[in-house]
């Protein structure tokens, strides 16, 4: 056979061979393409079925609500206010005086009302916010604890105050209800930022 017919052969099979490569190539690495995509979509599916989030809130003076704000914009939770019936003034939060929120604090059955209806169900877990008074949580979360079943619930608190820590106030709703699931919860002073809030949430890997 003529040389230059055998060398024109070969160079058509390694053509051939060649394109029958880079299509091999290119099949596996579109499987691979499409096997990392199906599992982002599961990643994404995943994060989208997470357990709804409820941040419940009592706040006085706009304080508490604040955090609970950029709780909501961390968490994409539903954000709920716990609404009293009589609404507290500024008379009724004169603490150096015989005002009324002294006078609930230092009462053990003290259970102000709560104005709207809240429904827990479909929260898993519950971001708990309140103000300090006397050193504790205001007796109207209380309420919202007798009202509403926590049982098997996480809940985690967080509370601002001038300067009162947050253990004292978990203490007591550790105790009020022990089948709740109590998380370590945390104090914000009047001036945190929302970057303090988001550290808070990535740590706590919900």
Partial sequence: MNKKIIITIICILAIIIGIACYFIFMGKNNKTNINT?????????????NSKIGIMYFSATGNTEKIAKYIKEETNGDLI?????????????????????????????????????????KYDTIF???PIWWGDVPKIILTFIDNNNLDGKVVIPFCTSGS?????????LKTYNKNMNLQSGRR??????????????KDLEI
């Fill in 37 to 49: 995509e199906n599992n982002k979509n599961i990643t994404d599916n995943n994060k989208t079925n």
């Fill in 81 to 121: 206010e716990i609404i009293p019936k009589e609404k507290y003034t500024s008379e009724d939060l004169a603490y150096n005086n015989d005002c009324r929120a002294n006078r609930e604090q230092q009462d053990e059955n003290a259970r102000p009302e709560i104005e709207n209806s809240i429904d827990i169900i």
């Fill in 128 to 130: 708990l916010g309140y």
């Fill in 164 to 172: 009162t820590g947050i253990l004292q106030s978990e203490n007591t």
């Fill in 188 to 201: 914000f002073s009047s001036s945190a930022n929302k970057e303090e809030i988001s550290s808070w949430i």
